[in-house]
């Protein structure tokens, strides 16, 4: 069982950045899909980057591409989502998890941080 601890959250200006780290309890290198997601109230959760076991491919939603950058820290056993030109709809709460694939929809993916607040204003 992976526990995934999200930390990095807070209040920041449009135009500033931020960057979220996510704190796996193992090794997650080459086992999981790495995945960073973002619920707004009354909104499903929406995958924004991920990046493949091994740290091959990785991928951005459109509305993050070229303003988010996810990587990963092995020997830390950390994710990282740095966030430049936040823009008030970034706003929302940020969720790291982890999947055996890189899939499109939140239910698949087996493991779940608690979250951590992203707020631009």
């Known amino acids: 069982h992976v526990q995934l601890v999200e930390s990095g959250g807070g209040l920041v200006q449009p135009g500033g950045s ?7 309890s193992e090794y997650t290198y080459s086992s999981y899909c790495m995945a960073w997601f973002r619920q707004t109230p009354g909104k499903e ?4 980057a991920f990046i493949y076991p091994g740290g091959g491919s990785k991928y951005y939603a459109d509305s993050v591409k070229g303003r988010f950058t996810i990587s990963q820290d092995n020997a830390k056993n950390t994710v990282y989502l740095q966030m430049n ?5 970034d706003t929302a709460m940020y969720y790291c998890a982890a999947g055996w694939d890189c899939y499109v929809n939140a239910r698949d993916y087996k493991f779940w941080g608690q979250g951590t607040q992203v707020t631009v204003s």
Not at 18 to 24: D, E
């Open 18 to 24: 931020l960057i979220l780290s996510c704190a796996a």
């Open 45 to 48: 959760r929406e995958r924004v």
């Open 85 to 89: 030109s936040l823009k008030p709809e």
